[in-house]
């Protein structure tokens, strides 16, 4: 069954704009149907419409639905090739269920997101509440403001792996098992030239390790979506 973003309040729900006109001019619902609504933070709920106006639509809780999360929650560092390729990651890895994602620089990054980022946000979002929607997933993940790879690595963080294409023993289980099997995990993925040298060697100052993601050499957004759904 579909579902559609509302505003929950404790026994009523409330869709307006876009999304009400979604929901009755689309998927033409009237009242007295039942749909799925969600809050994009976690809360989803099977509902009955009771009214339908003009681009506003409201109605009944009926009862709440469970909220299906991985047992790890997954952070995913990566540096974007293109535009749609970050898109590509986004729209999979949120169906997947990385629970955010912190877009990165490095030396070798040819898509300059800093410069992209201002007034992309709004379409960034509304590609991972599509993704929501179609995998009914309750929660949107977080999208973070870009950072440079240096000064991401040197936050205060979670447990961390880097995927390396020159790490040819320690795979992402081995990684997982010399954390501790942790909750919570930063996942960091290069660009299409791969990590220098001295990245890794930043990385391995902050306690990131390198794993490999098997024999072959993956493009950066195929590595993304591989590694979080072998994770997740």
Request: hydrophobic share 35%; charged share 25%; with cysteine.
């Amino acid at each position: 069954m579909p579902q559609y973003l509302a505003d929950i309040k404790e026994k009523e729900f409330f869709i307006q704009d876009e999304e009400a006109r979604h929901l009755t001019r689309v998927a033409r619902h009237q009242e007295g149907d039942e749909i799925r609504v969600f809050d994009g933070k976690g809360k989803q709920f099977a509902a009955r419409i009771t009214r339908v106006q003009k681009d506003f639509v409201r109605g009944d809780l009926l009862e709440p639905i469970p909220l299906k999360k991985s047992a790890l929650s997954l952070q995913l560092c990566f540096a974007p090739t293109s535009r749609n390729t970050l898109e590509d990651v986004l729209d999979k890895c949120t169906q997947l269920g990385v629970s955010s994602f912190q877009p990165i620089s490095t030396r070798r990054s040819e898509y300059d997101l800093l410069k992209k980022w201002d007034g992309k946000q709004d379409r960034w979002t509304q590609i991972m509440l599509s993704a929501c929607k179609q995998c009914d997933r309750g929660d949107v993940p977080g999208l973070l403001p870009p950072l440079s790879f240096e000064k991401a690595v040197a936050r205060p963080n979670l447990p961390s792996l880097l995927a390396y294409e020159s790490e040819e023993t320690h795979t992402l289980r081995w990684g997982l098992e010399k954390l501790g099997t942790p909750a919570e995990l930063s996942l960091y993925i290069g660009p299409a030239g791969g990590w220098t040298d001295e990245e890794v060697t930043v990385a391995a100052q902050y306690g990131v390790l390198p794993v490999t993601l098997g024999p072959h050499i993956l493009r950066a957004e195929t590595a993304c979506i591989a590694a979080c759904a072998k994770l997740l």
